[in-house]
């Protein structure tokens, strides 16, 4: 059975951090990709950042960019997620995605049906 288990989120005033973690268990995304969405009140889940198989090539959204900074370490199948900056409209539930098929394209990171396996979730809250 898979799973994706993510910690790390919380409540942190704006210019803080947070770190998320997502550690995968039931299967090995070493091939794959590893990304994290977010959703928040009344909107629909957006990308944020993924990342790529070993030599680990990043994507990020733009409102992210120079702010967040994803990585993994492949011998733990865990993806992390370095949050600075914060700022009120970083504020949803955090969602960790992985997937086992080997992809080149930058669609086959940012759009969320490219993913089969999904964690529960964690919220980030960032008050001003």
């Known amino acids: 059975q898979v799973q994706l288990v993510e910690s790390g989120g919380g409540l942190v005033q704006a210019g803080g951090s947070l770190r998320l973690s997502c550690a995968a268990s039931?299967?090995?995304?070493?091939?794959?990709?590893m990304a994290w969405f977010r959703q928040a009140p009344g909107k629909e889940r957006e990308f944020v950042a993924a990342?790529?198989?070993?030599?680990?090539?990043?994507y990020y959204t733009d409102s992210v960019r120079g702010r967040f900074t994803i990585s993994r370490d492949y011998p733990k199948n865990t993806v992390f997620l370095q949050m600075n900056t914060l700022k009120p409209e970083d504020t949803a539930v955090y969602y960790c995605?992985?997937?086992?098929?080997?992809?080149?394209?930058?669609?086959?990171?940012?759009?969320?049906?490219?993913?089969?396996?999904w964690g529960q979730g964690t919220q980030v809250t960032v008050s001003s």
């Open positions: 990342i790529g198989s070993s030599g680990g090539r990043t």
């Open positions: 039931g299967r090995s995304f070493n091939s794959g990709g």
């Open positions: 995605a992985a997937d086992s098929v080997p992809r080149n394209y930058y669609t086959d990171y940012v759009n969320s049906w490219k993913y089969e396996y």
